[in-house]
């Protein structure tokens, strides 16, 4: 009997609440003490089409999804076909009494063919087709022996809103659910059982994070331009967006979207911009005056497979390049990129205090696989105390005494003027896209324009003294194989990492969250510590190697490489090491 | 709102770059005389301004200025608006900015009704790049990209505002001041997104479209036309041609956009804590609590 260690997978047509479904069985889980980690993949289509929600279950905590299947809910034949191969010898699969099911095709394999009448149940019990999901969720906990008193106390909560019978109906239907896979007598060798310490955990996914962290930051403007997969943010946020005093607004275009968070920025609000690839390429023009007129401004990148639209609701790591270069000339930007959920909120906590210390914009590159993720985490590291920095920001006071006009782009030191809000009777001033003086007057000078581009590219020197922190080591000090990534792979590198020390091998993982400007001498120890780095990243060129290498001189050969929408899974990993399949 | 503001207290030591004969010295100067008549010190306005002869406007003056990029002005406009509603928050830019790469955010901005002033220099010819037809040129200008005289009609600002729902539109012309001084005023002193179109020569790249030639089309409206009734201004917005008609249009009481922001409903958010807790009473560990 494998305990508290399984795979399952809830495949089926878009529409069919697979998505809510799976978050809501996630959560029971978690309620038990348990550690699941959920990932959506669905497809940009309303209707129709194979979507699915796999859900992996520990006992211990865990950070990524992984190969194989244990337990597949068919609420479609396609779902079988779709997944076949992944199901393991002694796993299951729940299918509905009307399914066209060939049950001999997952004998052949060692698969056990459970067929549930999920749809009558729901009808019957229900009232509706609907609740098929359901009666779906209460034949899992049948078969595992999973308590089902964790599944209800969901179903209240989730449903609860709805009214009426909502709550009740599918109560019925779950354990409707329940009892028919135990009147069979199904057998399974798989089990989930609660723990016994059922400590509070949150269950949230990488998008909800940089929002919740966000609006913790003391974001209190939202301009943003629906696209997949970063709207969840703007969707967390303008939901919360009365609560909290958050200006939310959906403007017409991504152009006006960015340029609506710099006028904002510019007044003295802490404004964020919520995108994807395409969304941003339009913003370039805008990011850009952004960094010329030294306003602050957080964007959030969520990234897609490009080109242009590419797949729309996959994952990849595509777009770091483009954002290190975007717009034309030179000009200072910062980007920060999470690679844990609990990362994810810090990057939406300190984005703000970043773009408001430097004057600049700042990017928390997020992407699909991470967004949409969900994992049990220790509410411990969420922390919700308020502690905002606004930087070299001049009050009234500040301003009254000061020696002389205000000098908006003042030349200093640290390459950070001072910053006066508009509307300040002492500090009447204007900026400019154009180069301009210290008074953000248009000039032409030559030696005005060199003083001025010194002083705004200074200001990532600054932060890399101040703030920018090196990477992040996962693993022994001394290694044999250091994996160097960032983002979402992370989990998957983490637990390969795992494998290959318990396996013998020594290997570490090191992983940037600050990535621009980068750290290059941490990087450099970091890479020099090890005999032997290998890059793992979700995109064609391995865009971080070879940013690497243009900062430190450092080659970068060896790179794992997956482009092909989909996220890595530890075996991912492993299986491109040719000298870990001669040690096993 | 200071009572004693003049217009030295607009003055600013940067002379223009313009042309001898510019419409844009006397939109400045209208510019600077509508503040001062509204009593509004320096402080209490931002220019925004895209990019052209006229979005240099901002930095003739003493005022605070954001010198933006070709076609965004009102979008960065709207972002200050709706961070500070308090704000004063006038748009100087061309025929190009507003109506050609800015086109689309003129016409959202009508029917968002955000509370900004928005004039545009429209003198029907990009200058700065040294002539090119612009959308408000004439069907059949000949320009150094239109050697054959340019093929498509002009964009008409006053109908398409009126259609897209504007609630506040003029029309000015840089010949006539006195009344430029008092629409542009009037466009300030609206609650709303306000439309000023400035019928403006460009001596140098549009000479045909000259003070002379203005001079003998414009008229201002009766003093007894209502701009308020709908169907008037409907059939007044059609006239153009061999009478345009200079004046407030048309104009409707309607919520500004930012007035309806729940969020805004306590003051600004840029001159309120940023402490979520201290700003709007949240209680952030319940927050997190929905996630558990």
């Known amino acids: 009997m494998v305990k508290n260690d399984m795979k399952i997978l809830i495949g089926g047509d878009a529409g069919q609440g697979i998505q809510s479904t799976g978050k809501g069985f996630v959560q029971s889980l978690a309620r038990a003490g348990l550690f699941p980690f959920g990932r959506q993949d669905y497809r940009s289509r309303i209707r129709g089409g194979h979507n699915f929600f796999e859900i992996r279950v520990s006992g211990e905590e865990i950070y990524t999804h992984s190969s194989g299947l244990d337990l597949l809910i068919a609420l479609t034949e396609d779902s079988v076909d779709e997944h076949l191969e992944e199901l393991v010898p002694g796993s299951g699969v729940i299918y509905d ?69 909502v709550v009740e109906n599918n109560l019925n239907v779950a354990k409707a659910g329940k009892e028919y896979v135990e009147s069979k007598g199904y057998e399974f060798d798989y089990e989930i059982s609660a723990r016994e310490d059922q400590p509070e955990r949150m269950v949230i996914n990488g998008n909800e994070a940089i929002a919740f962290g966000a609006a913790v930051g003391g974001c209190n403007f939202v301009s943003a331009y629906p696209m997949t997969p970063s709207t969840s943010i703007l969707e967390w946020l303008a939901k919360h967006s009365e609560e909290m005093d958050i200006v939310i607004k959906q403007p017409e275009s991504e152009l006006a979207a960015i340029s609506i968070a710099i006028g904002a920025g510019h007044v003295g609000a802490r404004p964020l911009v919520t995108t994807s690839g395409g969304g941003f390429s339009l913003m370039t023009e805008a990011f850009g005056l952004a960094g010329t007129t030294e306003t602050s401004l957080v964007i959030a990148e969520v990234q897609r497979p490009g080109p ?47 773009a408001e210390e430097y004057q600049l914009p ?92 010194d002083k705004r590219m200074k200001k990532l020197d600054t932060a890399l003294e101040r703030d920018v922190e090196g990477p992040k080591r996962y693993g022994p000090e001394d290694a044999e194989l250091t994996f160097l990534g960032w983002g979402s792979p992370y989990g998957a590198v983490r637990e390969a990492v ?61 790179r794992i490489l997956k482009y092909d929408g989909r996220p890595f899974t530890p075996e991912d990993v492993l299986s491109e090491l040719d000298d870990y399949e001669e040690v096993n | ?67 933006s990029i070709h076609g965004r002005p009102v979008p960065v406009a709207t972002g200050a608006k709706l961070a500070n509603p308090d704000m004063n928050v006038v748009v100087t830019a061309g025929d190009g900015d507003s109506y050609g790469i800015g086109g689309n955010h003129f016409l959202h901005s009508c029917r968002r009704n955000i509370g900004i002033t928005h004039i545009v220099e429209d003198n029907r010819v990009y200058g700065l790049t040294k002539g090119q037809y612009s959308p408000t040129s004439h069907k059949g200008f000949v320009t150094k990209t239109s050697p054959e005289g340019s093929i498509e009609p002009p964009v008409r600002p006053v109908p398409t505002a009126l259609t897209s729902g504007a609630t506040f539109i003029a029309r000015a012309f840089s010949g006539h001041v006195q009344e430029m001084n008092e629409i542009f005023a009037a466009a300030m ?62 104009r409707e009481d309607r919520p500004t956009y930012e007035e309806q922001v729940p969020a805004l409903q306590e003051g600004p958010v840029a001159n309120r804590s940023l402490d979520p807790e201290e700003r709007s009473g949240v209680d952030l560990e319940e927050v997190k609590g929905s996630f558990m």
């Open chain 1, 498 to 558: 795992d494998k290959l020390n318990h396996d013998g091998i020594s290997s570490n993982f090191y992983h940037l969250h600050d990535i621009y400007p980068l750290p290059a001498e941490e990087v450099k120890n970091a890479i020099e510590s090890s005999e032997r780095v290998i890059v793992v990243e979700n995109n064609f060129s391995g865009q971080l190697a070879d940013f690497i290498t243009r900062e430190t001189g450092i080659q970068l050969p060896e």
């Open chain 2, 189 to 250: 002193n609206h609650d709303g997104y306000a439309l000023v179109d400035v019928l403006q020569p460009c001596v140098t790249f549009n000479p045909g479209k000259s003070y002379d030639f203005y001079t003998d089309l414009v008229y201002d409206l009766d003093e007894d036309y209502d701009p308020t009734d709908r169907e008037a201004a409907e059939e007044k917005a059609k006239e153009w041609g061999n009478r345009i008609p200079l004046g407030i249009i048309y």
């Open chain 2, 1 to 67: 709102m200071a009572e004693d503001v003049t217009l030295e207290d607009y003055e600013y030591p940067t002379d223009p770059t313009w042309c001898p004969g510019c419409g844009d010295f006397a939109i400045l100067r209208s510019v600077k005389a509508s503040l001062v008549d509204l009593g509004l010190a320096p402080h209490e306005s931002l220019l925004v301004s895209g990019i052209g002869c006229g979005s240099k406007l901002p930095h003739y003056m003493n005022v605070n200025g954001y010198h």
């Open chain 1, 308 to 354: 242009s639209t590419g797949l729309p609701t996959r994952t990849e790591q595509g777009d770091l390049s483009s954002i290190i270069h975007a717009s034309q000339g030179e000009s200072p930007r910062m980007i920060i990129s999470p690679a844990t959920i609990e990362e994810a909120f810090q990057a939406g906590k300190r984005a703000f205090d970043l």
């Open chain 1, 97 to 165: 009494e009307d399914s066209d099911m060939d049950v001999e095709k997952l004998e052949n394999r060692d698969i056990n063919a459970y067929q549930v009448p999920i749809t009558s149940i729901a009808t019957e019990e229900g009232g509706a087709k609907v609740m098929a999901n359901t009666a779906a969720i209460g034949a899992i906990s049948g078969l595992t022996g999973f308590d089902i008193s964790y599944l209800n106390e969901i179903i209240e909560e989730n449903f609860g809103v709805k009214g009426g019978n």
């Open chain 1, 362 to 453: 700042v990017v928390i590159l997020n992407d699909q696989h991470l967004a949409d993720s969900y994992r049990a985490v220790h509410p411990d590291r969420f922390d919700t105390e308020v502690d905002i920095d606004r930087g070299e920001l001049l009050t009234e006071e500040d301003l009254k005494e000061l020696d002389g006009e205000y000098l908006r782009h003042e030349f200093t030191d640290s390459g950070i003027s001072p910053r006066a809000v508009p509307g300040n009777k002492y500090a009447t001033y204007k900026t400019t896209g154009n180069e301009h003086d210290q008074n953000g007057d248009v000039t032409e000078d030559p030696e005005i324009r060199t003083k001025m581009m």
